[in-house]
Antibody, heavy 119, light 110 residues
Framework: QVQLVQSGAEVRKPGASVKVSCKAS????????IYWVRQAPGQGLEWMGR????????NYAQKFQGRVTMTRDTSITTVYMELTRLRSEDTAVYYC????????????WGRGTLVTVSS | QSVLTQPPSVSAAPGQKVTISCSGI????????VSWYLQLPGTAPKLLIY???KRPSGIPDRFSGSKSGASATLGITGLQTGDEADYYC???????????FGTGTRVTVL
């Protein structure tokens, strides 16, 4: 079965960086994009970007351009999302999600990684 | 920035039906499908509807999706207490070259 297993919770100080991992299994890793989506406490879902695990190419939401980098390691079927210059507003649960066969919807989600930014 | 607008909340008694709308100013641009997601408290979102009307395996037919013109709609019939959750629509936006989620709707079973 499809599984996306994310790394554990992180605490960072403002100005620092965080790198969250998402290990995929149960399907052909290179065949489907991965989205990264975040959710601040009590807020809605916010799309951050996507990565093509086959080519490694990524595109990011304009809001995060210059601060986010998505990468992958095909040898261990894992994608990463690194967010730099953290501020308190980046405190959120970060999800990875596999894009389905239709090409756009996210059909499987990781359980989320809580990133807390606090001095 | 493209925003998909949903009503903040809807409610109904057990066994009744609710509908949730999703609309946006660029909704008619392109032919990108709408999806719907369910998020139970404290859990990750789950795909409910994709390609406007299709249900993934395991999603009961109490959940249905439709799209017409400038909006999409999620319908839930035979409302159950377990349906109390937040529901989000989502769609690819070609002008942003990104995915956009709706503002979210809290469903309450009275």
């Amino acid at each position: 079965q499809v599984q996306l297993v994310q790394s554990g919770a992180e605490v960072r100080k403002p100005g620092a960086s965080v790198k969250v991992s998402c290990k995929a299994s149960g399907y052909t890793f290179s065949d489907y994009y991965i989205y990264w989506v975040r959710q601040a406490p009590g807020q809605g879902l916010e799309w951050m970007g996507r990565i093509n695990p086959d080519s490694g190419g990524a595109n990011y939401a304009q809001k995060f351009q210059g601060r986010v980098t998505m990468t992958r390691d095909t040898s261990i079927t894992t994608v990463y999302m690194e967010l730099t210059r953290l501020r308190s507003e980046d405190t959120a649960v970060y999800y990875c999600a596999k894009v389905g066969s239709s090409g756009w919807s996210a059909d499987y989600w990781g359980r989320g990684t809580l990133v807390t930014v606090s001095s | 920035q493209s925003v998909l607008t949903q009503p903040p909340s809807v409610s109904a008694a057990p066994g009744q039906k609710v509908t949730i709308s999703c609309s946006g100013i660029n909704f008619n641009i392109g032919d990108y499908y709408v999806s719907w997601y369910l998020q139970l408290p404290g859990t990750a979102p789950k795909l409910l509807i994709y390609d406007n009307t299709k249900r993934p395996s395991g999603i009961p037919d109490r959940f249905s999706g439709s799209k017409s013109g400038a909006s999409a709609t999620l319908g839930i019939t035979g409302l159950q207490t377990g349906d109390e959750a937040d529901y989000y629509c989502g769609r690819w936006d070609s002008s942003l070259n990104g995915y956009v989620f709706g503002t979210g709707t809290r469903v309450t079973v009275l």
